[in-house]
């Protein structure tokens, strides 16, 4: 279950950065882990996408 949640982090993230929006931040500890999951997203997609 806890690589679900952090697949769907991922793919927030991603989805953030591809659409250039600003990232959630929700003020809680597993909060805190999702907007760390869709940080890397973000930073990985940003990434892949400056090689395209």
């Not at 993230?13 to 659409?19: H, K, L, N, Q, T």
């Not at 931040?25 to 973000?42: D, I, Q, S, Y």
């Amino acid at each position: 279950m806890a690589g679900l949640g952090i697949a769907l982090g991922l793919a927030i993230g991603a989805a953030c950065r591809w659409w250039d929006l600003p990232l959630p931040a929700p003020p809680r500890l597993t909060g805190a882990l999702l907007v760390v999951c869709m940080t890397l997203g973000f930073i990985v997609t940003d990434t892949l996408l400056a090689h395209i």
